[in-house]
């Protein structure tokens, strides 16, 4: 798509504006546009979420149109390779324009601090380069396509729990080092125009009136010059948001921008300059994007063969061969009977659930996959194994709702509208209801398949009961329920009962619900299923033996790895540890397929020839696991994170998910690897590791220098050749350690990291290169109060490094070079001299 610039002088325009026209740009209109101001030619700007595809601008269950559905951000993490992603961001971006959106919400780049963070799926990595450098080229991909994105949740965003209002308890070098430096590279290297304020608090202060974050670090130090957009409801105040340096509140109309910030000006508590700011901030990027040329829009809305292949190629690129005693690549042309074993088998779980999710262009299992491709010349059996689901699946059936202006399902129906499914999500009031209160009754007729015995189940944001034929199954109208999962962690507990139906005959199931006040997010799951039968696990196994060969699809599916919560144990959902135990004794040609967007615990791994991760890889999931599973394509993924051999191993594990309002980063800079690494604790998996099909031999690198200067850079080359029979990639990775540091340092750190292509024999260099970052760690100050240092003004007495200024800061001596191809697999070690800062 070609980028027309239309240019406008934004500082003429914002001079004829009022300071109402002003302030209405500072809020959205609705939950996905904002204000349009159209005599001076502003145009409404429209958004949409987000990191793995352009939904549209709809709530998340809802569809603007299907979209492509990239793989998800741990898997985008797992290529190990920016200029990959680079494209998936220009797709995305294309696709925004075509759902005739300017701003995507997007990317996550919060890191992978534990690994039971709910909404890890959605980020990159546990390391801050790799999740910033994939930030980067996604961020450039996209606004290559007259599209902004806002990177996301400014900052310390890293966990579910209490999330509206936790407080994220972090060190200021924690911060530096770890969790600011995804954004930093979005904003340095990607050139970012948005940048998105977390819900949380950091250190005390919500993130949308952090003036240090969003106007010292953000603005002054790294140069942003883009718009601040808050989290949907993250806004909390007029004054504080505006003076910190928040442009734009989500979603509209705004409860603290917009008429209230004219407000605050009349009222002398913000100056006017302040606003212009922000319309200067907006203006600034609606130019830059182009969107005060209304007529340059993208139409078609199909992708092309191209598109289709890059998601997939994505999608095989981030799988990551785990182990493998040489059960894979299948040997396809032989096996006459496939078993395909496990829940994920025929589920499609290809991305997280929350604001992330999409319609994706297809829904296609590993199973279909599977039969498609070798269903010609093989038997393939299926059994599910065991049931995996955390909540009762909602009703196939169509519900038809009837809305209530008040919350007794009195009066006139006021609104009408038609669900698919048993699942009633709303954001906001439906049309003609009171903002403080509403009702509705919803309906549906329901078949069951067999007759007997099934579980009817209720989750709710409100107060409702369920009928069935006109009985009163469940009431959950009394005292407030528990809090679950649900609806972004808002939603009840599942309440569940059992009821026998008859087969042959409609139920008619009704749901009389009640809010229970104004709050942006309410509805209700109501659920219906037969009980699962009791030999699900013996059928698994009977199946596993009558087969030459099985493929075990283990996994979580999006109850449990979503926005709004996070994960209580790395476990595998269900009885699926027994399941891969039982049917790997049944069989020994067995794979296993784990598909999943975060760590999961792995008990049986000793006893299994084979395991690939497939993550959550988007549409073309399914056939891309196909392909790497024949061998037609190279399971190209490297682990963006360290996958523990136990959960009490990881470093967050005494301070998550935080209490009593508080989350603390306990673990400091010794986030993931540089945790396992400098305690010698080892993982099940490494950071980093992956398999390949083919064999590399990394070679003798050779560094530009025995010496490092700051403010220079270091080059290394280092050949690679593949040693092995078929084409495939290796990914070289260089990890810096100070041989004496001077304050607490990580054993190693990644500092730089190549993707390599090589066919069978061919010989490739990898150019890594440093630079003082690569080297530098944050000096927060010597924290003494400015007193004290005169009172210490007496001989003897040492302060450990005498200097005031916080910054970069990079020390003399030694320090090793780790080239490897993970954290724990080092081929060399060189060392170098490094001539840094002066010590004070
Ligand atoms: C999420 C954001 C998302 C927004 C809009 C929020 O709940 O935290 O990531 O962009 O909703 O859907």
Known sequence: MSLRLVVVNTDEILAALTLDEKASLTHGQDLWSTYAVERAGIPKIVVTDGPNGARGPVDPERSAGASICAPCGSSLGATWDPQLIEQIGALIGREARVKGCRVLLAPTVNIHRSPLAGRNFECYSEDPLLSGRIAAAFVRGAQAHGVATTVKHFVANDAEHERYTMSSVVDARTLREIYLVPFELAVREGRALGIMTAYNRLNGTWCSEHHELLQNILRDEWGFDGFVISDWFAAGSTVGSAQAGLDLEMPGPGRFFGPALADAVRAGLVDEPTVDAKVRNLLRVWQRIGAFDAGDAETSSTPSVADIALAHRAASDSMVLLKNDGVLPLAASSIRHLAVIGPNADRVHIMGGGSASLEPQHRTSPLSALRTRLGASATITHEPGCVTDRY????????????????????????????DSGRVTLFGNPPGTHANGFSFRATASVRVDVAGAHVLSLVQVGRSRVLVNGVVLIDATGDALPRGSA?????????????????????????????????????????????????????????????????????????????????????????QDELVRRVRAANANCAVVVNAGSPVAMPWIDEVPAVLLCGLGGQEMAPALVDVLVGTCEPAGRLPTTYPARVEDNPTFTNFPGEHGELRYGEGIFVGYRWYETRHIAPLFPFGHGLSYTT?????????????????????????????????????????????????????????????WLDPGADATATLTLDDRSFAYWFPGDGLPPDTREK???????????DKQPRWRVDTGRYRLHIGRSSAAIDHVLEIEVRGSPQS
């Open 696 to 756: 590399f031999v990394v070679g003798e690198p050779i560094a530009s220098s025995t010496t490092f200067v700051e403010g220079s850079t270091l080059q290394i080359d280092v050949p690679v050749r593949n040693s092995g029979t078929r084409r495939g990639a290796e990914v070289v990775q260089c990890y810096v350690e100070p041989c004496a540091p001077l304050c607490s340092r990580p054993h190693k750190e990644l500092k730089a990291f190549a993707k390599l």
């Open 792 to 802: 210490l003004r007496m001989p003897l007495v040492q302060i450990g490094q005498p």
């Open 392 to 419: 009762v699946a909602p009703l196939s059936a169509a519900l038809h709702v009837d809305f209530f202006a008040g919350s007794d399902l009195l009066g006139d129906v006021v609104h009408q509208r038609e669900f």
């Open 487 to 575: 609806f972004y962690g808002a939603g009840s507990q599942e309440q569940r009962v059992e009821v026998d139906l008859e087969e042959d005959c409609d139920h008619r199931i009704v749901v009389e619900y009640s809010s229970a006040s104004s709050v942006p997010l309410q509805g209700i799951i109501v659920g219906l299923r037969p009980q699962p039968p009791s030999d699900l696990l013996d059928r698994a196994v009977i199946a596993a033996s009558a087969a030459d060969a099985v493929i075990v699809v283990v996994g979580t599916s999006d109850e449990w790895e979503s926005e709004g919560f996070d994960r209580q144990s790395l476990q595998l959902p269900g009885d």
